[in-house]
């Protein structure tokens, strides 16, 4: 590692400044410092220099689930893919419900992961939705936020005596919007394509009854929310309806809600269930739009490894969930290629939004910031290869596609963790 040195002649893609220009970037101790043209300089050819991704919401299955995907692997797949910083989900088995089981994601995370690392915590004891986890000594320990996942929280007096409490803490509380009566065993999207298929479906208004329950608690208690993945055009309207009222609320989408449709399920394909189900293409877009206008703030790979074992079932058998660390940024370059966002405006979503959401070091370019940064080029073509991927597990969407751009090297505090 050295203390300093320069990556000149790159496309400096800062979401703060809304632009691209072309210059340069010297890291010092790990840091981002002046530029200095009397240290050792790479030459970056034109390509392009970001900061690295930040990931809210990534599944690191230990403990428990280690054959799944371990924080070691977890952190090779993060850097291949120009993620420098992950927030790990608490739905492991157990959950991370305790300070205790909180510290060892840490230790854990801290003795094999390459890439910076922060956990959330459950919302509620083993995310069954009858008792709260004691917030505050989780706070103390390092939870950045507290969620239950895809375990929605029936219990409406549970649930705002959780978002009361964390309101007062000041903690942010993520939730997954959707009504658990309504999409429990649903696998896909309800209309013609579902029907026609046999699969068990969901209207998307289970996603708005879920938004606009929490949005009315958050009215309610004055909590940070975060709601994990916005993929229908039905939940807009109350999105933005609690954004113009002041509440301290953001939302994110997947990336695979944002670049795949309810039909490229095709023939049962179990690779492309993931929770909520894929949507409608005109969901799909709007989407989109929403991210573009900042009505949505945050694009997250919602990486979620399964074995072969539960996938290689009957599509409304198979588990849910994609591994999307390495493919993050070229599914997201897509919509870059179709002029539909701008690279400044993908790591607003990626980089620069997390970090001020969750209070967290990284996403921009400025002086003094951390050195956590991707180098890339967004014009390379290839066909992904699932079997080539860093993560223990395989089960991705994209295998076989053509995709756009990939990452030349990745850097955290100053050190190259990657490089292609």
């Known amino acids: 590692m050295m203390k300093a040195f320069r990556i000149a002649n790159v496309h400096l893609i800062d979401p703060e400044k809304k632009i691209g220009e072309v210059g340069s970037i010297t890291v010092k101790d790990?840091?981002?410092?002046?530029?200095?043209?009397?240290?050792?300089?790479?030459?970056?050819?034109?390509?392009?220099?970001?900061?690295?991704?930040?990931?809210?919401?990534?599944?690191?299955?230990?403990?428990?689930?280690?054959?799944?995907?371990s924080f070691r692997s977890a952190g090779i797949a993060a850097a291949a893919g120009g993620v420098t910083t992950l927030v790990t989900r608490p739905d492991t088995k157990p959950a991370v419900d305790s300070p205790e089981t909180l510290e060892f994601a840490s230790r854990r995370a801290l003795a094999a992961c390459i890439v910076n690392t922060y956990q959330m915590a459950a919302l509620t004891k083993g995310r069954l939705g009858r008792e709260m986890t004691e917030i505050?000594?989780?706070?103390?320990?390092?939870?950045?936020a507290f969620t239950d996942c895809d375990a929605v929280v029936s219990d409406t007096?549970?649930?705002?005596?959780?978002?009361t409490y964390a309101g007062q803490l000041g903690a942010i509380v993520i939730g997954h919007p959707q009504d658990p009566g309504l999409s429990k065993g649903a696998s896909a999207t309800s209309g013609k394509f579902a029907s026609l298929r046999a699969i068990p479906a969901v209207s998307p208004m289970a996603e708005r009854l879920g938004i606009e329950r929490d949005l009315a608690m958050v009215e309610m208690t004055n909590v940070k929310y975060h709601a994990d993945q916005i993929s229908t055009a039905l939940s807009l309207p109350a999105l933005e309806q609690a954004k113009q009222k002041g509440l301290d609320v953001t939302a994110g989408v997947s990336i695979h809600h944002l670049t795949l449709n309810e039909f490229d399920v095709a023939d049962y394909r179990s690779f492309f269930k993931v929770k909520p189900p894929l949507r409608s293409e005109v969901d799909r877009q709007a989407m989109v739009s929403a991210l573009a206008s900042g009505l949505i703030d945050i694009i997250s790979s919602m990486h979620t490894p399964q074995d072969e074992e539960s996938k290689r079932l009957p599509y409304e058998k198979a588990a849910s969930g994609a591994v999307a660390l390495e493919t993050l940024l070229p599914a997201v370059l897509r919509l870059y290629h179709a002029e539909q966002l701008t690279l400044?405006?993908?790591?607003?979503?990626?980089?620069?939004?997390?970090?001020k959401r969750f209070g967290l070091p990284g996403g921009?370019?400025?002086?003094?910031?951390?050195?956590?940064l991707v180098l890339f080029d967004p014009n390379v073509p290839f066909i992904l290869d699932r079997f080539k991927l860093n993560s223990k597990s395989k089960n991705t969407p994209f295998d076989g596609q053509k995709m756009q751009g990939v990452v030349l090297a990745t850097f955290v505090a100053g050190k190259k963790v990657y490089e292609r």
Do not use: M
């Open 364 to 372: 921009t370019l400025k002086k003094g910031a951390p050195a956590d």
């Open 136 to 144: 505050s000594f989780l706070q103390d320990a390092g939870a950045v």
């Open 30 to 69: 790990g840091l981002i410092a002046a530029d200095d043209a009397n240290v050792p300089t790479i030459d970056g050819h034109g390509k392009y220099l970001a900061p690295g991704i930040i990931d809210i919401g990534t599944k690191v299955c230990e403990p428990g689930e280690r054959h799944k995907e």
């Open 344 to 355: 400044p405006q993908i790591f607003s979503a990626l980089s620069l939004n997390p970090a």
């Open 157 to 163: 007096k549970v649930l705002s005596r959780a978002f």
